[in-house]
């Protein structure tokens, strides 16, 4: 079951985020443009998601996949490639035509020192 959007642990929230180019996920196409997107983690599995807003609506939702963040235990808290605050990263994979968005939570979040990337194809 799908939980309540009350439910979803929120994770992080983006305003503004400049979409480059037109992307794809199933059935719902995301024009160039900005979206606010937020971040969400399931509360009883490791199911994420990225929901990409406009005018405040919900207009898609992609489910991202686990990393493991390359730094381990006590180093995390001093390493300085993480940030203290969410983080989302875009980068174009060229071969596979897709954009991959990586969502790092960073230390002081609800749900610290998680690493979750997102695919999406993109239209040339």
Not at 16 to 31: A, M, N, R
Not at 32 to 42: L, N, P, Q, W
Request: glycine share 6%; hydrophobic share 35%.
């Amino acid at each position: 079951a799908v939980p309540a959007a009350a439910q979803w642990v929120r994770l992080g929230k983006f305003k503004g985020v400049e979409i480059p180019c037109t992307l794809k996920y199933e059935d719902k196409v995301l024009e160039i443009g900005k979206y606010d997107i937020e971040a969400v983690k399931h509360p009883n599995t490791p199911q994420c998601y990225l929901w990409f807003k406009k005018n405040g609506e919900e207009i898609c939702s992609v489910e991202g996949e686990w990393l493991t963040l390359p730094v381990r235990g006590g180093a995390r808290r001093i390493d300085p490639s993480i940030p203290n605050t969410p983080r989302l990263k875009m980068k174009r994979d060229t071969e596979e035509k897709v954009l991959i968005i990586t969502l790092e939570t960073g230390r002081r979040s609800p749900r610290p020192y998680l690493l979750i990337k997102f695919k999406l194809e993109y239209v040339e």
